[in-house]
């Protein structure tokens, strides 16, 4: 849903989708209307800035409304504001947000923090709120029907802890397992076969006649 969609559901106000040729017809004419004529109109003003445009305007809209304007067949549906209803909270963007144990919480790359209010319970270590924006009252949010006021807060970066590097053992030059094959001289045998039997034999025969 949408924020004007939401904004509808919360007044009790029924969105009925344009979708007749008739309908579609008006809005598209609307369109041009603002999309080139008043560009021209604009240009032929010499105006350049938004406070001209909307000094303009306030002339402008009078003199369309009764060139293009019809009067409705059916009266006016129009209803008073119920009683206790903040149309400003329901006629802004509300988007939600979760805040720390501090009542911090971030919005579009900026730190915020909820002042608590004496007349209302203590907010809990963490929650889930509405943050409420508006041209007409700034940064607020809500948080179980409450509205509590908001200040900019700013966090200090987690600073990144440097890892040891780890140091890699080197052995020496004359270290065995690096060089020792050629430091050290090998070890052979170079009796013979017969000579080997012979020594089997007086080890073991030998000890057998005695």
């Known amino acids: ?51 001209e445009t909307n000094i303009f305007l306030r002339d402008y809209i009078t003199k369309f409304n009764a060139h293009f304007a019809l009067e409705a067949k059916e009266k006016s549906a129009f209803r008073s504001i119920p009683k206790g209803m903040n149309i400003d909270h329901i006629l802004c963007i509300i988007e939600k947000r979760t805040y720390d144990r501090g009542g911090v919480f971030s919005f579009y790359h900026k730190h915020f923090q909820i002042l608590e209010r004496k007349d209302l319970a203590r907010l809990p270590h963490k929650g889930r709120i509405e943050v409420l924006v508006s041209p007409r009252f700034g940064l607020k949010v809500r948080y179980l029907g409450n509205i509590y006021d908001t200040v900019p807060c700013d966090i200090a970066k987690k600073v990144k802890r440097r890892v040891k590097e780890k140091k890699v053992w080197v052995p020496d030059d004359s270290h065995y397992y690096k060089y020792g094959k050629r430091l050290m001289e090998r070890v052979s045998f170079e009796e013979s076969e017969q000579e080997i039997l012979e020594m089997l034999e007086n080890l073991f025969l030998g000890s057998m006649v005695q």
């Open 1 to 51: 849903m949408t924020q004007f969609g939401r904004a509808m559901s919360q007044l009790g106000i029924h969105m009925i989708g344009a979708r007749s040729p008739q309908a579609k017809g008006r809005i598209e004419r609307l369109w041009q209307t603002l999309q080139s004529r008043l560009t021209v109109e604009l240009k032929c003003q010499g105006i350049k800035t938004l406070q």
